[in-house]
T-cell receptor, first 115, second 111 residues
Framework: GAGVSQSPSNKVTEKGKDVELRCDPI?????LYWYRQSLGQGLEFLIY????????KSGLPSDRFSAERTGGSVSTLTIQRTQQEDSAVYLC?????????????FGPGTRLTVT | QKEVEQNSGPLSVPEGAIASLNCTYS??????FFWYRQYSGKSPELIMF????GDKEDGRFTAQLNKASQYVSLLIRDSQPSDSATYLC???????????FGTGTQLKVEL
């Protein structure tokens, strides 16, 4: 079946503008994660959604970052008043909660460049 | 101290050799450990996962876990040029809901 999809694949924005990044998880995967990967760095956890439970927002770096997940499926990560340090690849992953492997399936990412 | 530490490399090995990738973690309560492979410009993909002390083999890959030493490693036998990638070690934390990743080790398999 289809994998995790993300849009846009690339986004260039000016400092101070708001951006929205979209993630469409694998059908049936109730767990959804957002990560950020800066150049030469590992993946930094941002936020986790599981079903109708309150999201784990412990990784969001500032209050300029927010995310929502509508209808338990598509998720949007919003960055307000973007800064140059927000430039990174934003990766979304989903997981089938009952899978014993705990494998997270990653989307292709959105490369965000703030000029 | 970082929660998950890896040598950034690059680690260069000749084709056909064994590549050994290492990772240490700080949370002694961690239960599950993962190795992801990430090709340049691509998203990570799961290679191996391990929960129990000892070795776990899957084809040319062997994951090794030593919880007492808080150490997990990945061995790649008969390394191929197609194995050239960055290998990310990840540890499950937060009650099983999230992964903490190391910064990755770049592996180069040379002809």
């Amino acid at each position: 079946g289809a994998g995790v999809s993300q849009s846009p694949s690339n986004k260039v924005t000016e400092k101070g503008k708001d951006v929205e990044l979209r993630c469409d998880p694998i059908s049936g995967h109730t767990a959804l994660y957002w990560y950020r990967q800066s150049l030469g760095q590992g993946l930094e956890f941002l936020i986790y959604f599981q079903g109708n439970s309150a999201p784990d927002k412990s990784g969001l770096p500032s209050d300029r970052f927010s995310a929502e997940r509508t209808g338990g499926s598509v998720s949007t990560l919003t960055i307000q008043r973007t800064q140059q340090e927000d430039s990174a690849v934003y990766l979304c992953a989903s997981r089938y909660l009952l899978a014993t492997t705990y494998e997270q399936y990653f989307g292709p990412g959105t490369r965000l460049t703030v000029t | 101290q970082k929660e998950v530490e890896q040598n950034s490399g690059p680690l260069s090995v000749p084709e056909g050799a064994i590549a050994s990738l290492n990772c240490t973690y700080s949370d002694r309560g961690s239960q599950s450990f993962f190795w992801y492979r990430q090709y340049s410009g691509k998203s990570p993909e799961l290679i191996m996962f391990i929960y129990s002390n000892g070795d776990k083999e899957d084809g040319r890959f062997t994951a090794q876990l030593n919880k007492a030493s808080q150490y997990v490693s990945l061995l790649i036998r008969d390394s191929q040029p197609s194995d050239s990638a960055t290998y990310l070690c990840a540890v499950m934390t937060g009650g099983g809901n999230k992964l903490t990743f190391g910064t990755g080790t770049q592996l180069k398999v040379e002809l």
